[in-house]
């Protein structure tokens, strides 16, 4: 697949390399020859361009890429002539970085779905991370739910599928991750165990509970 970072700070860099590293063709655009060189012996293609140029874009081809990620985020009036100029061309899977709320709202507004606040989803995620602290991953399903996996404690004693959703009814267990193999078929009286690592998923609030539940068992 193909994909276009615009933007190499930082994150369009993480970006870049992490979608390279999946095996995709990666082109990174900056207008900074410094950011560029720092990614050119790692990226498939790597160019200085000003992405608020369309025509720039549409000789870059960018339409017919699988996603395009705008790491813009400094410059706002760069980062929204430059989103501009994608919807327009059309762009398919545009992922736009917002670096405050108005950002947001006006990159809403332009009715771009994929809006990232990465200071800010960083920042829920240590915060996650200390209160929560078995609650390794998790991922947003939108509206309130998540899917989230817990790594059992150790002083946790031994507890069955059944008792948990008896306790959470409003979290569903969907795997069980146990010696590196994922049981999915498991019943009400399955054990649960140190070192399990388990897959649920539910309300925010309610996975909190959970968590909470696990650390204290």
Not at 79 to 90: F, G, H, V
Not at 139 to 161: A, H, K, T
Not at 172 to 188: A, E, G, Y
Request: charged share 25%.
């Amino acid at each position: 697949m193909q994909f276009a970072v615009i933007g190499l700070g930082v994150f369009g860099r993480a970006c870049a390399f992490e979608l390279q590293s999946q095996g995709n063709e990666v082109l990174g655009i900056d207008t900074d020859e410094n950011e560029v060189n720092k990614v050119s012996d790692v990226l498939s293609h790597s160019v200085i361009a000003d992405a608020t140029d369309i025509e720039t874009l549409k000789e870059l081809n960018l339409s017919q890429f699988d996603g395009v990620i705008v790491g813009i985020g400094d410059d706002l009036e760069a980062s929204l002539l430059c989103t501009l100029n994608l919807i327009k061309l059309p762009a398919k899977n545009l992922w736009v970085k917002a670096k405050t709320d108005a950002h947001h709202d006006i990159l809403n507004s332009l009715g771009v779905k994929n809006i990232i606040h990465p200071e800010q989803d960083m920042g829920v995620r240590i915060a996650q991370a200390m209160a929560y602290p078995m609650m390794k991953q998790y991922l947003s399903l939108g509206n309130e739910e998540f899917l989230v996996r817990i790594d059992v404690p150790q002083n946790i004693r031994p507890i069955s599928v059944g008792k948990i959703r008896i306790k959470h009814p409003d979290t569903s267990l969907l795997l069980i991750i146990r010696d590196n193999k994922v049981m999915q078929n498991f019943n009400d009286d399955t054990i649960i165990q140190y070192p399990d690592r388990v897959v649920y998923t539910g309300l925010v609030n309610d996975l909190k509970f959970l968590s909470k539940a696990f650390r204290e068992a």
